[in-house]
């Protein structure tokens, strides 16, 4: 099979069988711009990248009207690298984090959005904040000072694993710790987005009441990580 077709026919396929509400991420990590500008050719315009430096590199040679959204874990040190052009960051797991992104944000005279990663999965390895420090934070008078974020959402991911009734249980939790952060608001915290599902359980988080699912292996192919 022709590889540039590859991409297009599978965001087609994808893409067909989403509600209008549910934002596609192209995960993109790892894989060249050429991949991208396949992508892109199809009509997708919002990538998904886990390493600061590269994205900063390929938004650099790309066209200028891509989204750019980090869903990786994310350092303070690296913000400035990406908070000019940064459209979407999913994984904001502390307060520390979110001062340095409303710091960086201010220096560009920009207002970056946001979403709270939430831990929902039973491993150990996945990043993110419980429910409770989540509230905490969204109604903590502290939060009021930082004028140049806006938190969006929340964001998790579910356990890598194949038992499909534990994944929905968990996108199930995310979406209930959702509904109840939703109630506080302010002028920087306005929660509309849950972003839950990968290319092994989109299907699953949409159903669970997912509004933005990150696919990178079932649109790019899979991932190699030895070169
Ligand atoms: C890599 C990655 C994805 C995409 O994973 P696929 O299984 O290739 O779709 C989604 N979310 C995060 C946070 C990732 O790091």
């Known amino acids: 099979m022709n590889f540039d077709m590859s991409i297009k026919n599978n965001l087609n396929t994808i893409k067909s069988a989403l509600p209008n509400h549910v934002t596609l991420v192209a ?3 790892t894989k060249p711009v050429s991949a991208i ?4 050719e199809a009509g997708q315009r919002v990538f998904g990248e886990n390493k600061v430096q590269e994205m900063a590199q390929k938004q650099e040679q790309l066209p200028k009207d891509i989204e750019w959204h980090m869903i990786g874990h994310l350092q303070s040190n690296k913000v400035k690298y990406m ?10 797991d502390s307060f520390k984090l979110l001062k340095e992104i409303n710091k960086q944000a201010l220096k ?23 429910y409770k420090n989540a509230k905490a934070l969204i109604t ?19 356990t890598f694993t194949d038992n499909e009734a534990q994944i929905k249980q968990e996108f199930t939790n995310l979406k209930t710790h959702f509904d109840a952060l ?4 302010s002028f920087n915290c ?15 988080a ?20 030895t070169i």
């Open 27 to 29: 995960v993109s990590k």
């Open 108 to 130: 560009h005279n920009r207002v970056i959005d946001c979403l709270l990663q939430l831990k929902i999965a039973s491993e150990d390895s996945k990043f993110g904040m419980t």
């Open 182 to 185: 939703k109630l506080s608001t």
């Open 206 to 225: 949409i159903d669970c009441g997912s509004t933005m699912i990150r696919v990178g292996s079932s649109i790019f192919g899979a991932r190699n990580y």
């Open 83 to 92: 908070a000019s052009f940064v459209s979407l960051i999913h994984g904001v």
């Open 140 to 158: 903590s008078e502290d939060l009021l000072d930082l004028k140049n974020i806006n938190i969006v959402g929340v964001m998790g991911m579910a």
């Open 190 to 204: 306005n929660l509309s987005h849950i972003s839950m599902g990968m290319s092994g359980d989109y299907k699953s």
């Open 37 to 40: 500008i396949e992508a892109y």
